[in-house]
Nanobody, 112 residues
């Protein structure tokens, strides 16, 4: 089982990034998937979830700015992040709640 994130980077406030999480080793379409983030010195923070059927949920801090999606044909989870703020700076990682599986993460830095 493997989860590998990509798409992070440095962006100015107001900018956008799209994160990807490619998974292997399990039937992706059958599982709820989450995005979490962790800033230095802080606890992990839940960002968003998507069920196998495509229902989506968001933390209040990102609602209206971030969009979670999945492509079951590509075994890939996405997080489109718009209107980024400095407080969005963190290590972002995807997670399969069942079995508490997660990837290593990708760094997002929002700074002018």
């Amino acid at each position: 089982v493997q989860l590998v994130e990509s798409g992070g980077g440095m962006v100015q406030p107001g900018g956008s990034l799209r994160l990807s999480c490619v998974v292997s080793g399990f039937t992706f379409s059958g599982y709820e998937m989450d995005w979490f983030r962790q800033a230095p010195g802080k606890r992990p923070e839940w960002v968003s979830s998507i069920t196998g059927g495509g229902n989506t949920y968001y933390a209040d801090s990102v609602k209206g700015r971030f969009t979670i999606s999945r492509d079951n044909t590509k075994n890939t989870l996405y997080l489109q992040m718009n209107s980024l703020k400095p407080e969005d700076t963190a290590l972002y990682y995807c997670r399969r709640p069942s079995g508490n599986l997660r990837g290593p993460g990708t760094q997002v830095t929002v700074s002018s």
